[in-house]
């Protein structure tokens, strides 16, 4: 049997006269962390929508994951729904409280089910949102730059838990980023997109932790910001 999760084969997409995807070729298998990077506008996140089912108007063949989980930059929380709410939202199952309680655990939220969304912070609010893609057990998790709009601290923290999170229920993933040292610090393969192709594909055989000033860490990310056109030195982040 296959281990491949999820792949697109010869993928098109256009929009009016803009043709965002050129036949984009992708392959993830269970348990693989895929970064995406890319500079704004060369479909990472149209792919990734794609792959998610948000978008229905490719040309090409797409196997998406039996069941996909998407975690966006905007928790899209509801509102006038506590937490607890928000995370069983759409959930089945006589034991659904318990497992969304476990997985609230999980995201260090345990104690704030009856919250309102207002009374958590960003970094919160986007565990929150964690919790509720990671409650459906899905075999794909996709993730549109989940973390870019969290201050610096409370980034570094969501990255540690999302890979703590992985290694636990291991989805395969892909994560869209425009964070070079993320996309190395978080996945075994590193992809680069430019005007709607793939042209970079590399894997990581770096052990867990890893460190920001490891000297492989740094050798790639001079590279993949070469890749990216940002040709400056190391302490630049794309």
């Known amino acids: ?11 098109h997409r256009t929009f009016a006269d803009n043709h965002v995807l050129r036949g984009v070729d992708l392959e993830i298998r269970t348990g693989e962390f895929v970064a995406l990077l890319g500079r704004s506008g060369c479909g ?3 792919l990734l ?3 998610a089912g948000l978008d229905t108007g490719a040309l090409g063949q797409v196997q998406g994951g039996r069941e996909p989980a998407v975690v966006f930059q905007d928790p899209r929380l509801f509102p006038w729904r506590r937490v607890l709410d928000n995370v069983l939202l759409g959930l089945r199952g006589r034991d659904r409280a318990e497992r969304a309680r476990t997985v609230l655990g999980e995201v260090g939220l345990g104690d704030r089910t009856d919250a309102w969304p207002r009374q958590l912070s960003g970094g919160q609010r986007q565990r929150v949102a964690l919790a509720r893609a990671l409650v459906r ?11 870019s709009a969290l201050d610096a601290l409370t980034r570094i923290s969501a990255q540690e838990l999302v890979q703590r999170l992985v ?4 989805p395969a993933v892909l994560m869209v980023t425009h964070d070079v040292e993320e996309a190395l610090l978080l996945a075994d ?3 680069v997109m430019e005007q709607g192709r793939i042209i970079h594909d590399e894997r990581l055989e770096l052990p867990r932790p890893r460190r920001r000033d ?3 860490i740094v050798r790639r990310r001079v590279a993949l910001l ?8 190391s302490s630049v982040s794309a």
């Open 137 to 147: 057990e899905p075999d794909l998790l996709l993730l549109d730059e989940p973390f």
């Open 189 to 191: 393969r590193v992809l």
């Open 167 to 170: 290694e636990a229920h291991r």
């Open 226 to 233: 070469g890749l990216l056109g940002v040709h400056q030195d």
């Open 1 to 11: 049997m296959s281990d491949v999760v999820a792949s697109v084969h010869d993928l």
């Open 214 to 216: 490891h000297p492989e």
């Open 44 to 46: 990472k996140s149209t």
């Open 49 to 51: 929508r794609i792959m």
